[in-house]
């Protein structure tokens, strides 16, 4: 059995164009983003016809948005494992064929515990394989202009938002939630077409895991190949351990009004299509804030766990006020409460993943994606259906709302623990400077003409280097701003300028 080398230096990153074929890979991120999220936000209009069909309780049904969910953030690792071995391409790919998969078998259950491995187990795997190697792939293609890429690939959640649940309605009403469902696997066929068009920028993690004739099979060199593409590493850090978690109670609020919504409007007596209406409107100012959001971080005003820290700070308090809009029947004040939430929803997504370079550097950001997507899965597994089992018990959705804006107040307050929150330099980015900078000293022109002692005295100096062949290190002398070689007999005189 061939011995194992030790772990290599990370490669470096190739420069990120900041623009070219990224803007194309941003839309790319914009129609998957769309055909995720999208539909996992506007699964409300099929939550409403699934109890009435079934006759299951709000509990039951809301498992079926949560194990989607869970799947597509506890198999992410599994996803970035895949493409550190063989590209994002080929892993978006067959992501989009296994979400097809799902709805097309959904449109044929005959219970709910069918909908729980179609739609849940299936096309949540293949949510798992999509979205977060397309995430890696925009931030791979960007480093100024990186939220605002983020920010216009997301644009396509809040899009969708606005477009597919009216559209999922008409498709009840006009081929029932089996056509419907039908109709959605060939709509999620499009991800094939945009894992396509992207692009890899450098060689795969696994050209540079795999030593010289090292056997690819053996137990040691699997297992060695697996921690290195799953970046394990990164669970005994406190930085990246403190931003899972906070993300994790993030996770059990943000859904909750995507899920129940439409059915707590239902609930205070509206119709159907004003309730569908409230989730289209909050698709809007969710492309704004996102917008917007990017835009402001670009900016360099404020760092970007702060900016993440006012959003969801935000966001929890209109979840807390959500119930108090409806109050009385007033379908304004619904609507003005879900616009103010879905703003801030909306802000708060493209910095979630912009924060996560700042945390642990590019070169470790496509394994802390995957893990960051899989610890957060139990915050997406418990939400909705614990807004369901409040809502049994309580009858009404008051309580689910108040719940979910707790665990967005309680996410923030995390947050705000990680190293050198309080600080208002990126910490990361200055070791990373630092570190360039003294790599190019290492490297110039000028290093090998100058001695040590002469190096430590004159830093603070601008030296133009002066080369010739043969140059003798005695012959260099020092003027005010050059080196440059001197007659011996000037030799005393220079070095009392020294």
């Keep these: ?292 959001s990017g835009w402001a971080s670009d900016l360099g005003r404020l760092r970007l766990s702060h900016m993440l820290v006012l959003w969801t700070g935000l966001l929890g308090l209109s979840l807390l006020v959500l119930p108090l809009g409806s109050l009385g029947g007033s379908y304004p004040g619904l609507l003005t409460v879900s616009l103010a939430y879905g703003f801030c929803a909306g802000a708060m997504t493209p910095l979630v993943f912009a924060v996560v370079p700042e945390i642990v550097g590019m070169e470790r950001m496509l394994g802390a994606l995957g893990l960051l997507q899989m610890i957060e899965s139990v915050g997406g597994l418990l939400g909705a259906p614990l807004s369901g089992l409040l809502k049994d018990l309580t009858g009404s959705y008051t309580a689910s709302f108040l719940v979910a804006g707790g665990f967005l107040l309680l996410g923030t307050m995390v947050t705000a623990t990680l190293p050198h929150f309080f600080s208002c330099t990126d910490q990361r980015s200055l070791q990373r400077h630092a570190h360039n900078s003294k790599q190019q000293n290492q490297h110039s022109p000028e290093s090998g003409l100058m001695t040590n002692s002469i190096s430590e005295k004159l830093n603070h100096i601008d030296t133009i280097p002066y080369s010739q062949p043969q140059l003798d290190r005695n012959s260099l002398q020092l003027e005010p701003e050059v080196y440059m070689p001197l007659n011996q007999s000037k030799t005393d005189d220079a070095t009392n300028k020294c």
Excluded at 168 to 184: H, S
Excluded at 263 to 274: I, K, L, P
């Design 1 to 292: 059995m061939a011995k194992l080398q030790p772990p290599q230096a990370p490669q470096s990153q190739p420069a990120a164009p900041d623009g070219g074929w990224g803007w194309v890979v941003v839309g790319a991120l914009f129609v998957t983003s769309a055909l995720v999220f999208g539909i996992i936000r506007s699964m409300g209009v099929f939550f409403v016809e699934f109890v009435q069909y079934f006759g299951e309780s709000a509990q039951a049904v809301s498992w079926i948005t949560s194990i989607g969910l869970a799947m597509q953030q506890c198999v992410s690792p599994f996803g970035t494992a895949l493409c550190n071995a063989y590209g994002a391409r080929p892993v978006v790919m067959a992501g989009g064929c296994l979400s097809a998969l799902g709805f097309i078998l959904a449109s044929q259950a005959t219970c709910v515990t069918h909908l729980y491995l179609t739609m849940g187990v299936i096309s949540g795997s293949g949510w798992a394989l999509v979205f977060t190697p397309m995430v890696a792939s925009v931030m791979q293609y960007f480093t100024r202009k990186r939220s605002l890429a983020m920010a216009l690939g997301f644009t396509g959640v809040g899009l969708s938002s606005f477009a597919f649940s009216p559209l999922f309605q008409l498709l009840v009403e006009m081929y029932a939630w089996r056509g419907a469902l039908l109709i959605l696997g060939g709509l999620s066929l499009n991800i094939v077409a945009c894992g396509a068009l992207i692009r890899p920028l450098g060689a795969h993690k696994a050209v540079a895991a795999l030593a010289p004739g090292e056997s690819a099979w053996s137990c040691a060199s699997i297992f060695h190949r697996a921690y290195s593409y799953l970046e394990l590493s990164l669970l005994f850090q406190r930085p990246f351990l403190t931003y899972s978690l906070a993300i994790t109670f993030f996770n059990c609020g943000y859904f909750v009004p995507y899920v129940h919504l439409v059915a707590h409007s239902r609930h205070e007596g509206f119709s159907q299509y004003q309730a569908a209406f409230v989730i289209s409107a909050t698709g809007v100012t969710d492309i704004v804030g996102r917008v917007v």
